[in-house]
């Protein structure tokens, strides 16, 4: 059955749908009693068959509500009404188990972390007389306060109920095997003694729990087979594979510990959950290390599931910590090695706002950001004692992270605001200052953060326990002030001064005291101070580091290479490396940031191509699908041009006028352009002749940074993102006729952006992030009172079709998604449907989201990575300074 928002059952509102299984319909609902949002189970039809049947189901659901844990899914109430049967759980929000393990393993840290949590919950449910008999991924959830377990003990409850005949209407299909018993639970992760039809109990939890931790820690099931009958002879009779082989620097305590759980017999197992949790627990305080390392090439993604850690890192590490404790310690040596990205994210450093590793002032931590498999980037932190990294809440889009001088606490720059947090798993980010496009900041000894606020901004002040933000450095002309580094006295600073539109920058130093300003080094960017008395920089594609003297702000000497070939983003002057005293951290320069232009069809095959690789952004086809537009950025150009290409020519061909700068929309005639440029000092909107005949000329005075998205199908109405540190970008729209007027067409405290007209003109499809993550809505135009939301899992790049009758967007990255949409009812005809993947580019900025469009034929031009290997892993350099003497 399928119930309607709005009707209910007993005091329980529906609210939406969630999902649907073996078991039945999963509803949101609303509690009208208590106030409170839960989930509704509708169960399958026969449990109504009698009132005995319902009474005894009652009564084991009765019981299981009696279980009170932090990690059991809560059980409020069991009701029947109009002949349907209904649990009334707690309401969660995060993912399953299953669904995470569909992006690969987790890292050891959280199978640890996840296995003490379920031990603890199954302990809890054993000593109560409850077992579970369906533990599998499917029921187990992840959410922000930790796992929970789903359906506990209902499997039970249901058996009680339904004869043999009816059990493939149970939570997990299942078949009699004999006529002493009937199967119960989810073939994958039965017991041999479920599989004999024998009578379940707590030990019978405890295999399914080995087969979900060794699922957890490989990212494989335990036994498989290519039908039911040679799967349940699996795991009748064969051992899985040890954990360690599988994953290198497995602790063989969980080998050992895992192959306990799976033992055949019920009584070679562990016989309690509590001892597991306790087995689990001292792995977790003595984690064993292995002797000796493999160290195995990086190859394709499935490389990067292994332990991103090289065993040499902590054996450096090691070394490093324990040599003061030497009597007359020999030199230190300078030891070199890699990391890698966390299991299944790729370090987030291509991109023009991403920042850079920041490296603790003790060495022994590293904070970076990475993106997931869900294209979310969060913030990372990975102690070099260790062997893994684990991310910090609450960061989504962090960007450019610095240390606290103490090593115990982190500021970065997210969704508008600059923000500090405890370096820690558990600890919540807290906003202190409004931001909008930052470059970089700094923390002092005295509790002072400094930073940059903003493109063409002047850098800014404010107590890192909160407080009034005030300016510090006094902007000349058309400068860029960026990357502020605090000297040791904590008043004095070095920052960036860089001119728009030129790549290199002048070093100067500042201090909080005075507006007074003195030049440090030419030609140069990018720079950190580092004790005890060193100046770390970019020269070129060359990183450098000089001694300097702090006291008198002199560079002493000559400057000495450290990297001959180190990864920089021209527009930004960023560089990719972090430094401390002890370690240096740094992304060497290669083809990652290099892309292609791509012909896709629906299929997702590649039917050809645009131009030779390059730095591409932002593509925009012509009306009638004969032109593109497209940002081109040369790595020592500042600021990038608009290339125009003939589409009908196989190759294409470039414009003899490319202009900067970013952004390109074409007039319905295509006769002009309508792009970004910072000309003036901010980003601001600026409109041209496609022929040249006109020069640029700017629509609106500069005020705020602004982005165009679309102009509207009759060419009467700009669309475009206005930025500001208070909404962090709202949708406004301009008219192009007549007298230019602007006003708010949406306006939130969230992020609105990447407006795309429909062909009609009746509406906008967009972007918005009022969901904690980014998704793509479609309001009514000029009104956006009417809105739907489009996309559930996360959308960006909303594009249309030619004829409105289908909307494009992409998820998680790198998936085209397809919406079939009814031009006349305003709506769409039926969910969103998966068309292909590709491997999007998104080399250059965010803040530049396109990367793609649609032609009229339906053809997908796409700017996708010309590698196919992922960056390079970050290079680890342990007593960097040694080499300097």
């Known amino acids: 059955m399928t119930l309607a928002s709005g009707s209910r059952l007993g005091p329980y509102e529906i609210v939406a749908p969630l999902g649907a ?142 004869p043999a005949s009816q059990f493939t209407a149970l939570p997990t299909q299942a078949t009699p095997i004999t006529r002493e018993g009937s199967l119960l639970g989810t073939l994958q992760y039965m017991a041999p003694e479920q599989l004999e039809g024998k009578e379940a109990d707590a030990r019978t939890d405890i295999f399914a729990f080995g087969a979900l931790l060794y699922e957890m820690a490989t990212g494989k099931k335990t036994f498989s087979g290519a039908t039911q009958a040679t799967l349940i002879g699996s795991i009748l009779r064969d051992e899985p594979r040890p954990i360690s082989e599988a994953v290198p620097l497995t602790p063989r305590a969980l080998d050992r510990l895992v192959k306990i759980c799976l033992a055949k017999d019920p009584e070679d197992r562990w016989q309690t959950a509590h001892d597991v949790a306790l087995q689990l627990r001292e792995i977790t305080q003595g984690r064993e290390h292995p002797e000796t390392v493999t160290v195995r090439p990086i190859r394709s993604k499935v490389s990067r599931a292994l332990p991103w850690a090289l065993g040499l890192v902590a054996l450096g590490i090691g070394a490093l910590l324990g040599r003061a404790a030497l009597p007359k310690a020999a030199p230190p040596q300078v030891i070199r090695s890699t990391l890698l990205p966390p299991p299944n994210t790729e370090f987030h450093f291509i991109d023009a706002n991403s920042g850079t590793p920041a490296v603790s002032p003790d060495g022994r931590r590293v904070a970076f950001s990475a993106r997931d498999g869900d294209d979310q980037i969060l913030l990372w932190v990975r102690p070099l004692d260790s062997l893994d990294a684990f991310s910090i809440r609450a960061s989504s889009g962090a960007t450019f992270p610095f240390w606290a001088p103490d090593g115990r606490s982190l500021g970065f720059f997210a969704q508008g605001k600059l923000k500090v947090v405890e370096a820690s798993a558990s600890a919540l980010p807290v906003a202190l200052a409004d931001v909008e496009e930052s470059r970089g900041g700094s923390w002092s000894t005295d509790g002072t953060i400094l930073y940059s606020k903003g493109y063409g901004l002047p850098l800014m002040r404010v107590p890192a326990s909160g407080g009034s933000a005030t300016q510090v450095t006094q902007l000349k002309g058309r400068e860029l002030h960026r990357f502020p580094t605090f000297l040791p006295d904590g008043r004095h600073f070095l920052y960036d001064v860089r001119v728009q539109g030129e790549e290199n920058a002048v070093i100067y130093a500042g201090s909080l005291d005075s507006k007074t300003r003195r030049e440090i080094l030419l030609e140069h960017t990018d720079v950190a101070y580092v004790p005890p008395g060193y100046l770390v920089f970019r020269r070129g594609e060359r990183l450098m580091a000089v001694r300097f003297d702090a006291d008198r702000l002199q560079v002493v000497g000559d400057p000495v290479e450290l990297v001959e070939k180190i990864d920089y983003f021209a527009a930004t002057g960023r560089t990719t490396f972090g430094a401390s005293e002890k370690a240096l951290v740094y992304s060497p320069l290669s083809d990652a940031r290099l892309s292609r232009l791509a012909w896709f069809d629906r299929t997702g095959r590649e039917v050809g191509g645009i131009a030779s690789a390059g730095m591409y952004v932002s593509p925009r086809l012509s009306p009638d699908g004969r032109q593109l537009a497209v940002a081109k950025l040369e790595q020592g150009a500042v600021p990038p041009d608009i290339w125009f290409f003939d589409t009908r020519l196989g190759t294409g061909t470039r414009s003899p006028m490319p202009f900067p700068d970013l952004n390109p929309v074409f007039s319905p005639d295509g006769k002009r352009i309508y792009f970004g440029n910072t000309s003036e000092g901010k980003w601001n909107i600026f409109q041209r002749d496609v022929s040249g005949a006109r020069g640029p000329t700017p629509l609106m005075p500069p005020t705020r940074p602004r982005w165009d998205c679309d102009v509207s199908p009759d060419g009467s109405v700009l669309l475009y993102q206005e930025f500001s540190a208070a909404t962090r970008g709202d949708l406004k729209v301009m008219s192009l006729t007549g007298e230019p007027r602007a006003r708010d067409y949406i306006a939130s405290p969230f992020e609105d952006a990447e407006g795309a007209f429909s062909p009609d003109g009746r509406r906008v499809a967009y972007v918005s992030d009022e969901s904690g993550r980014k998704e793509v809505f479609v309001a009514s135009f000029p009104d956006p009172s009417q809105r739907i939301r489009i996309s559930s899992d996360g959308g960006t790049q909303p594009r249309w079709r030619r004829d409105g009758r289908e909307l494009y967007f992409v998820s998680k990255g790198e998936t085209i998604m397809a919406v079939p949409f009814d031009p006349a009812t305003g709506a769409p005809t039926a969910p969103p449907a998966r068309l292909f993947d590709a491997p999007i580019s998104y080399a250059f900025g965010s803040h530049v989201p396109l990367r793609y469009d649609v032609a009229p034929d339906g053809r997908f031009l796409i700017i996708v990575r010309a590698s196919k290997d992922p960056p390079p892993p970050l290079v680890l350099v342990l007593n960097w300074q040694a080499a300097l003497k």
């Open 21 to 162: 299984g073996g078991m039945g319909e999963v509803y949101k609902a609303r509690d009208t009693r208590l106030d409170r949002t839960v989930a509704v189970k509708v169960l399958p039809a026969h449990l109504s068959s009698s009132t005995e049947s319902r009474q005894r189901f009652e009564r084991e659901a009765k019981t299981i509500s009696q279980l009170s844990h932090p990690h059991i899914c809560a059980l409020y109430d069991v009701g029947h009404q109009d002949g349907v049967d209904y649990l009334v759980m707690e309401y969660l929000e995060g993912e399953t188990l299953s669904e995470r393990l569909a992006r690969g393993p987790l890292p050891l840290e959280l199978t640890l972390r996840y296995g003490i949590d379920i031990a603890d919950a199954l302990e809890k449910a054993h000593r109560s007389g409850v077992v579970h008999r369906d533990l599998k991924p499917g029921n187990v959830m992840l959410t922000k306060s930790g796992v929970k377990l789903l359906d506990f003990g209902l499997a039970k409850a249901l058996a009680a109920v339904s």
